[in-house]
């Protein structure tokens, strides 16, 4: 059973815009949520987390939102470059080990 | 200087072969895992273990085997190997709280033919 999903396989944006990436979950017990990129034949790198006790944090360009009434949480890239175009993935944890995955969105950011 | 390293990077073998993927992390972390990335893309996991010490362990036929030598390594041993254990095989590991996240190793494409 998939707890954590990503409904939008892929995404294509101009450069310079907003990429807004989506992933909703099922299990209300996760508490904290984070977002990986990915790059072919490379390993998932971490990009940025969330506190299930914070809706929002901000690095850079990336801002991650959290809304646990609708188990949601959004990644937010503004502005969209060409180097973003990757896979990206979110992920969830219940007590600090493993983490549920879904199953990616690739961004494609167009010039 | 890579922080996590798997070897091999691809590894193509016949059916009922054994065969082994080892893992380092160079970062002093505590805990390692095993994930696997499946033909539909989902990344989910094995088995987790810190200091050495087996702590999660998913349903995993028994043919796959972890092994710990030390907090800095974690390998895993597949026996008899099948078609359907073809896949992306991601070495990981994570230190106190999840700030930063897991390091992920670059993965061993495993084909069985």
């Known amino acids: 059973d998939q707890q954590v999903k990503q409904n939008s396989p892929s995404l294509s944006v101009q450069e310079g815009r907003i990429s807004i990436l989506n992933c909703d979950y099922t299990n209300s017990m996760f508490d904290y949520f984070l977002w990986y990129k990915k790059y072919p034949a490379e390993g998932p790198t971490f990009l940025i987390s969330i506190s299930s006790i914070k809706d929002k944090n901000e690095d850079g360009r990336f801002t991650v939102f959290l809304n646990k009434s609708a188990k949601h949480l959004s990644l937010h890239i503004v502005p969209s470059q060409p180097g973003d175009s990757a896979v990206y993935f979110c992920?969830?944890?219940?007590?600090?080990?493993?983490?549920?995955f879904g199953k990616g969105t690739s961004l494609l950011v167009t010039p | 200087d890579t922080a996590v390293s798997q070897t091999p990077k691809y590894l193509v073998t016949q059916m009922g072969n054994d065969k082994s993927i080892k893992c380092e992390q160079n970062l002093g972390h505590d805990t390692m895992y095993w994930y696997k990335q499946d033909s539909k893309k989902f990344l989910k996991i094995m088995f987790s273990y810190n200091n050495k010490e087996l702590i999660i362990n998913e349903t995993v036929p028994n043919r796959f085997s972890p092994k710990s030598p030390d907090k800095a390594h974690l390998n895993l041993h597949i026996n008899s190997l099948e078609l359907g254990d073809s896949a992306v095989y991601f070495c990981?590991?994570?230190?106190?709280?999840?700030?930063?996240?897991?390091?992920f190793g670059s993965g061993t494409r495993l084909t069985v033919v």
């Open positions: 990981a590991s994570s230190g106190d709280g999840f700030n930063y996240g897991y390091t």
């Open positions: 992920a969830a944890s219940l007590g600090g080990y493993a983490l549920n």
